[in-house]
Each structure stands twice: as C-alpha cells, then as structure tokens.
C-alpha cells in the first residue's frame, strides 16, 4: 500500500504488509499458481485473497505460516521481503525451515499433464 511506504534515502522503503504481499506473488509466479489457488489452500474466498494480494488487508501471522508451509520455505523470507527472495533464488537456493538446508529451483511436470511447474526442491 503506497502509504505506508517510507522514503530512506530517496528509495521507498517497503513495510513489513507490502513485503509479505510482494513475496507472495513472486512465489505463486514462481509456483504457476493463482491467487485463487492460493486462497483456497489457506481457506480463504475469492474475495478475502484479492483484498490481501491487492494490499488492502494485511495477511494474518497465521497465513503467513501457512504460505510458508505451502511454499517450503521459512516463514522469515516473507518478511524479509522480495529483495531477499531474488538473491536467494539467483544464487540458486532460498532458504527452507531447515537449519542450513537450501532449495534449488527445478521445473516438474506434473502427473495429469498440465503444464511444467516451477517448484523449489531440496
């Protein structure tokens, strides 16, 4: 959300809502999911989800977990924000909820023959 954006050095600094929405898309894009998708692996209606990945509701802490469960990754990388994604997945792992494990991107296909998914495996 664009005002609680904060302005350090001439660069707006992202708060802590718009780091956990932001992830988020990049790993449903990462994923080939939809928002929708996303919204019904957390419970969550059509509407609820748009509003969260819209910016116009926070997602709870315990949507965060969940994300995180469902993507396979820390829970801190939403808060540490897409910066931290990014380095995390140009050098070719992104921190998981294991000490010290890492995740390597790789496309898959899946077994009903839709198209290739890019999932983050170990």
Do not use: C, W
């Not at 209606?45 to 396979?72: K, L």
Request: net charge positive; aromatic share 4%; no cysteine.
């Amino acid at each position: 959300m664009a005002d609680t954006l904060q302005v350090v050095g001439g660069t707006p600094a992202l708060g802590p809502d718009d780091k956990v929405r932001l992830v988020a898309k990049m790993l449903i894009g990462m994923h080939r999911m939809t928002e929708l998708e996303l919204g019904r692996r957390l419970g969550l209606p059509r509407t609820p989800i748009y509003n969260r990945m819209q910016g116009r509701t926070p997602f709870s802490v315990a949507e965060v977990a969940r994300m995180a469960d469902i993507f396979g990754i820390s829970p801190e990388v939403f808060l540490a924000g897409p910066n931290a994604l990014i380095a995390g997945s140009d050098s070719g792992s992104i921190k998981t909820r294991r000490r010290g494990a890492s995740v390597s991107p790789h496309v898959a296909t899946s077994t009903s023959g839709s198209r290739p998914r890019l999932s983050l495996v170990a």
